[in-house]
């Protein structure tokens, strides 16, 4: 088994969320896209105000613009890293993602007041496919939901965001399905950000330097009730691994700052031979049934005996507001 984790927290100067927007925009317009009137769109007016610093997490008096503000810094710089790295800067670009694009710019200014949830769960699966790209792997838009290349091996990866706590061992079950149909083994990608925050909940602390531990708190807290049941759902399924993401806005009053603490972490599950030896190492029987796992990539066997392992966490210091 192997497992891995990204921590960060994003505080962002306005001058770079403004000279980010102005790319973004270029991009956009250069494959006949503009922002249409919602979330990004508010996101832009209001990022102009924090800038002009008429509206401040310092500051008392709008609460709702201020709620907005966080979310949609949240979701510009999401949006910001699928325009980066998925669209080319000039045509053609690939007709899937322009389509998807298009989608995901809908959507109400908070998750909570979404009527369709479609355009932010698009958000979610064009953002990790971004983020694939990035790190300098091949991605094509193809069922489950994208497929990218490791090493010349072929892998599906299958993107859900949970909308409550018991939407996630059944979209890891559906996500497992859309890898079993694609022929493909693969990765589950998951978005728990609802679990953490379902009223919208945001963060405020002192300063930045205090948001770095939580990091790893907010990602063990949100995962760690899920993990006897993911480990059920990922025995004999076609998925690899689970990388499982939250990401939550923030503010620090004292220094007039916002941005986002972003956490993930991934989960390769271990083949049936693995976790014999392994228990063997640690003086116990070895599993009468286990067998070892294919070759990753193999389009006909598929993997058994998945295990994930669960993680345990502390409690937050960093004060969370619910509402507008």
């Not at 250069?30 to 102009?48: M, T």
């Not at 709702?64 to 045509?91: C, K, M, Q, S, W």
């Not at 205090?210 to 480990?231: Q, Y």
């Amino acid at each position: 088994m192997a497992q891995d984790r990204y921590l960060s927290v994003h505080v962002e100067d306005p001058r770079e969320t403004r000279a980010r927007l102005a790319l973004v925009k270029t991009r956009l317009a250069a494959h006949g896209v503009r922002l249409p009137p919602g979330r990004l769109a508010r996101f832009e007016r209001l990022s102009e105000d924090f800038a002009a610093k008429t509206l401040s997490p310092a500051l008392a008096g709008r609460p709702r613009d201020l709620a907005e503000l966080l979310e949609g810094n949240r979701d510009f710089h999401e949006v910001a890293v699928i325009v980066e790295h998925l669209l080319p800067p000039a045509p053609p670009a690939d007709p899937a993602v322009l389509s998807k694009l298009k989608l995901v710019l809908g959507g109400a200014p908070l998750p909570s007041e979404d009527a369709n949830p479609l355009p932010r769960s698009t958000q979610f699966e064009l953002y990790v496919a971004a983020l694939c790209k990035r790190g300098g792997l091949a991605v094509k838009f193809r069922e489950p939901d994208c497929v990218i290349t490791v090493g010349g091996v072929r892998l599906g990866l299958a993107a859900k965001r949970a909308g409550g706590p018991g939407h996630v061992r059944r979209l890891f079950v559906d996500a497992a399905s859309q890898l079993r149909r694609a022929g493909l083994v693969g990765v589950v990608a998951l978005s728990l950000d609802r679990l953490f925050r379902p009223n919208d909940e945001r963060l405020f602390s002192p300063s930045a330097e205090a948001l770095k531990p939580e990091a790893s708190r907010i990602i063990e807290a949100t995962l760690r009730p899920h993990i006897p049941a993911l480990d059920r759902a990922g025995a004999s399924s076609p998925a690899l691994a689970l990388f499982a993401f939250v990401v939550v806005p923030v503010a620090v009053p004292r220094e007039n700052r916002v941005g986002r603490v972003h956490s993930w972490t991934s989960t390769i599950q271990e083949s049936g031979s693995q976790r014999s030896s392994r228990r063997r190492r640690k003086g116990s029987a070895p599993h009468a049934s286990a067998t070892s796992r294919p070759a990753v990539g193999s389009r006909r066997g598929l993997p058994s005996g998945g295990h994930m392992k669960a993680w345990h966490s502390s409690c937050s210091s960093v004060r969370c507001r619910s509402g507008a």
